[in-house]
């Protein structure tokens, strides 16, 4: 399915797009979509890398907090070392 939506640019913008799509063989339509969906997976990866990121910095506070609690013995001891 398509939606129709009416965009207004600059008219730099415009001439910008019509040299792009007139250099990659594409529609201006078809370069718009391309961008924006570009744009669009960088920004979902961005996102995860950050989600990512915290998750790992959670892990580390948590652990480093379990390990201050305890000595290496202790933690020797649980694990039948």
């Known amino acids: 399915m398509t939606v129709r939506k009416n965009f207004v640019f600059d008219e730099a913008v415009a001439e910008h797009l019509a040299?792009?799509?007139k250099e990659n063989g594409k529609s201006m339509t078809a370069m718009v979509q391309e961008i924006i969906e570009d744009r669009y997976r960088s920004s979902r990866v961005k996102k995860r890398l950050e989600a990512f990121e915290?998750?790992?910095a959670i892990a580390?506070?948590?652990f480093k907090g379990?390990?201050?609690e305890r000595d290496i013995?202790?933690?020797k001891a649980d694990?039948?070392?």
């Open 19 to 21: 040299e792009l799509a």
């Open 54 to 56: 915290n998750s790992i």
């Open 60 to 62: 580390d506070r948590e």
């Open 66 to 68: 379990v390990l201050k």
């Open 73 to 75: 013995q202790s933690l």
């Open 79 to 81: 694990m039948d070392v």
